[in-house]
């Protein structure tokens, strides 16, 4: 089969063709997607830190009407999707939507109803990638600053649920279009 020299040829070129330019490309490809994660995941960590010290500040001076103030302000970012602050039940205490406060997040919410309804992803914080959105879910444990005004036994007091859009590359490398 293989046997003129014409044919070997083609297969040498074939073989160092795949390997001289489908394996770089392989390896680009999901450097992009990794370095696209990290983005996000870096975003998302950044806006978790900003809203959970911002609103510690105001709480621990005892001035909670800030919370939604801060949350609206934040949310005013382009690639902020949506904020709220759940309670451990799954209501929506505040929301950067006025409408969704005081709703169960699984009514106003199609991507979260498998993570309320198994709660060992509230115990940690969860991001992952679902319709074009990363979702970060965290959780406002019950520190002793906190206990002054919340003298709850529960360890967690509520929950940060923030969805970031995809950039529009990876919107274009994850979807083709």
């Known amino acids: 089969m293989y046997k003129s020299v014409k044919s070997k040829f083609i297969i040498l070129i074939l ?18 997607k990794d370095n696209f994660q990290q983005r996000s995941f870096v975003m998302l960590d950044v806006t978790l830190d ?25 949310a005013e970012n382009k690639s902020i999707y949506h904020i709220r602050l759940v309670s451990p039940s799954g209501i929506i205490l505040q929301s950067s939507l006025a409408d969704e406060k005081g709703k169960s997040l699984e009514e106003v919410t199609d991507g979260h109803s498998e993570i309320l309804k198994n709660n060992e992803f509230f115990n940690n914080d969860l991001e ?15 520190k002793k600053s906190c206990q002054k005004c919340h003298k709850t036994n ?7 649920d923030i969805d970031t859009k995809l950039t529009p590359a990876e919107k274009k490398f994850y979807t083709g279009a």
């Open 50 to 74: 900003m809203l959970t010290n911002s609103i510690m500040s105001y709480l621990s001076i005892g001035d909670s009407k800030k919370v939604q103030q801060i949350i609206s302000s934040v």
């Open 15 to 32: 073989t160092i063709v795949i390997f001289g330019a489908g394996i770089p490309t392989f390896f680009l490809l999901s450097q992009l």
């Open 154 to 160: 529960t360890s967690i007091l509520a929950y940060f």
């Open 128 to 142: 992952i990638k679902r319709n074009g959105y990363y979702i970060a879910l965290h959780a406002i444990h019950n």
